[in-house]
């Protein structure tokens, strides 16, 4: 079925880095850009960063540009987020999922947690 | 694109027909605005794209309407499951954005 799952969260120190991996299962990976989202503990949603079916174009979010880089392997379908210069307010479960280029994001991986903390 | 949702929370009954509110601060673009069900604990769900057009496997209590700045989303009786936070979201320009929610609570 279709299916995306995250994973490399974890309690990282201020200014400490973590890279997220999100492996694609089901689908044509290459037939779709792909997207990060958080979702800091009681808060709302927080679009991240897109990426391409080619990784030709990417997008960021102010709050996390120049910090953050989205990548993805198309041969592995997987897609990757390698996060730096982490801050508490970066604290948050972070979630992948699959957009149609036009269109929204139709499926959701389950969420991986990532807390920064000393 | 700031997306403003309300009410902030809607006390409801099982039954009761509910409506939630987005309002963009400018036009979105070819109505690429979309709605997301998510549960505690869970990831979210989509439920409508492009405005009005229900996502695969969403039951058609669900509808949603608008177009430029004034989008609602409408869930026609409210059943159990249906409890939960809404959000909007708009993915016609980049940065793509999220409305702050609405919660549908069992009143």
């Known amino acids: 079925q279709v299916q995306l799952v995250e994973s490399g969260g974890g309690l990282v120190k201020p200014g400490g880095s973590l890279r997220l991996s999100c492996a694609a299962s089901?689908?044509?990976?290459?037939?779709?850009?792909m997207t990060w989202i958080r979702q800091a503990p009681g808060k709302g949603l927080e679009w991240l960063s897109f990426i391409s079916s080619s990784g030709a174009t990417i997008y960021y979010a102010d709050s996390v540009k120049g910090r953050f880089t989205i990548s993805r392997d198309n041969a592995k379908n997987s897609l990757f987020l390698e996060m730096n210069s982490l801050r508490a307010e970066d604290t948050a479960v972070y979630y992948c999922a699959r957009k149609p280029p036009t269109d929204a994001f139709d499926i959701w991986g389950q969420g991986t947690m990532v807390t920064v903390s000393s | 694109i700031v997306l403003t949702q309300s009410p902030g929370t809607l006390p409801l009954s099982p039954g009761d027909r509910a409506t939630l509110s987005c309002r963009a601060s400018q036009s979105v673009s070819s109505s690429y605005l979309a709605w997301y069900q998510q549960k505690p604990g869970q990831a979210p769900r989509l439920l409508i794209y492009g405005a009005s057009s229900r996502a695969t496997g969403i039951p058609d209590r669900f509808s949603g309407s608008g177009s430029g700045t004034d989008f609602t989303l409408t869930i026609s009786r409210l059943e159990p499951e249906d409890f939960a936070v809404y959000y909007c979201q708009q993915y016609g320009s980049s940065p793509l954005t999220f409305g702050g929610g609405t919660k549908v609570e069992n009143k």
């Open positions: 089901g689908f044509s990976f290459t037939d779709y850009y």
